[in-house]
């Protein structure tokens, strides 16, 4: 604010560098179990083979000391250890620990901490530098109330996230319920021939769909604002429901010629992944407006085929799905998902008015 008075983040903190044996999978944090975009921390896959290790408290605040650009960073909420990679910032009696997380939690600090990192490659945070961040010097009373207020709306978020998810779980158990065990509406009374229903039918993916690769702008003009890229990166955040980190733009300029030239993404619309990580699929929102920014993607065209595109991308996220793409790719050093292989993946195929009712 305009006539708030500031101080270093130095003056309110400190790096602590307490040491701790009590290492366990419940309780270790490293820049591989912190999840970019400020999405907290998840179980660690692995322990390192060390005697003790760093150690944090409730009330702490860690962050990823490498590439600070994925905004990785924890308010913790009980104690435990953490790689040497991870900063332990704890704050002093006159500032609320709540309320330093959510400074440290906005993007301009990020930008500080990126702008003083060093290294190109794997470039890593400066403590010296960290410690200069300005950091508002308001009454703690103030900070405990903006804190409250910023909490409540990160419980909001939470429970919203929680329910999509039961509700993906809920539509995924009605997917494998119709299609998988076959207790669609009717099936009492459905006749079987060789294991499916009467009136289905298997067919390729390439007779059902227009398939097509995700068209690359090589245009090196991008801008800060305008129209996002969205490549294999931001599809695999998008299919696990996670929060898009890109900072690649195109400007509203160039999206509406490249927009002509090659066409965009539309509603309903699936993208898959198709080199390296191998199947990661997310169905085109109504909302959604965004350019490919490189070609490692495989574009399903829906046009008007609505409730059938609905029933792929369940069929895309079953095991079938997933076992299917991946029994497909072709290479060893880099496995890949043709063109040419993905059209010629053979579905099961509902009848239309199953299809409308599942969608």
Known sequence: MKNWKYKRLSECSNFISERTSNITIDNYISTENMIENRG????????????????????????????????KIWFADKKGSC????LVVRAKKEIDPKFLYYVLSDQNFFNWDSITSKGTKMPRGTPNAIMKYSVPDIPLRTQQKIASILSAYDNLIQNYKKQIEALQTAASELYKEWFVRFRFPGYKNSRFENGIPEGWKIERLGNLFEITSSKRVFEEDYVNEGIPFYRSKEIIELSNN??????????????????NKFGVPKENDILITS?????????????????????????????????????????????????????????TSQSALTIEKLRAIKILVPEVNILEKFE
């Open 40 to 71: 907290g921390v998840k179980i660690a896959s692995t322990l390192p083979d060390v005697k003790s290790t760093s150690a944090y408290k409730p009330n702490d605040i860690l962050l990823s000391n490498i590439r600070p650009y994925f905004c």
């Open 83 to 86: 790689s040497n990679d991870v």
């Open 242 to 259: 996670q929060e898009i980190t890109t900072e690649l733009f195109i400007s509203n300029e160039l999206y509406a010629k490249f927009k």
């Open 275 to 331: 080199v390296g990580s191998i199947g990661n699929s997310y169905q085109v929102r109504k909302d959604d407006i965004f350019y490919f920014k490189d070609g490692n993607l495989t574009w399903i065209k829906s046009s008007s085929k609505k409730a059938l595109s609905k029933y792929l991308i369940y069929w895309l996220k079953s095991d079938l799905g997933k076992n299917t793409l991946i029994s497909s790719t072709i290479g």
